[in-house]
């Protein structure tokens, strides 16, 4: 079992950045593919970035690609979003995500989900 809770959401205008934090629950979160998603008012979930459990390889949407960064900590058991040059269209509810398998994270089948943390970006 693994909980996840969100916090580093907020608001800030365009150009800005924020660094989203995904804490994890459990012994077994090494032994977890991390996603990061968001969805938009109106709009599907969309998945951003991941990252396998190692940390070694991370995917990105190509929206945020060259802007954000996802990391991860095992030894304290956290994800990191780092979100440099925010866009309004960056607007959404992020929410991370944890799964056995990076390639089911990646299409949104994960196993854990956060209840997510809202960034909103201003023009």
């Known amino acids: 079992q693994v909980q996840l809770v969100e916090s580093g959401g907020g608001l800030v205008q365009a150009g800005g950045s924020l660094r989203l934090s995904c804490a994890a629950s459990?012994?077994?979160?090494?032994?977890?593919?991390m996603g990061w998603f968001r969805q938009a008012p109106g709009k599907e979930r969309d998945f951003v970035a991941g990252?396998?459990?190692?940390?070694?390889?991370?995917y990105y949407a190509d929206s945020v690609k060259g802007r954000f960064t996802i990391s991860r900590d095992n030894a304290k058991t956290i994800v990191y979003l780092q979100m440099n040059s925010l866009k309004p269209d960056d607007t959404a509810v992020y929410s991370c995500?944890?799964?056995?398998?990076?390639?089911?994270?990646?299409?949104?089948?994960?196993?854990?989900w956060g209840q997510g943390t809202q960034v909103t970006v201003s023009s």
């Open positions: 995500a944890a799964g056995l398998m990076i390639n089911r994270v990646l299409r949104g089948e994960c196993d854990y």
């Open positions: 459990g012994r077994t979160f090494g032994s977890y593919a």
């Open positions: 990252i396998t459990w190692s940390g070694g390889i991370t």
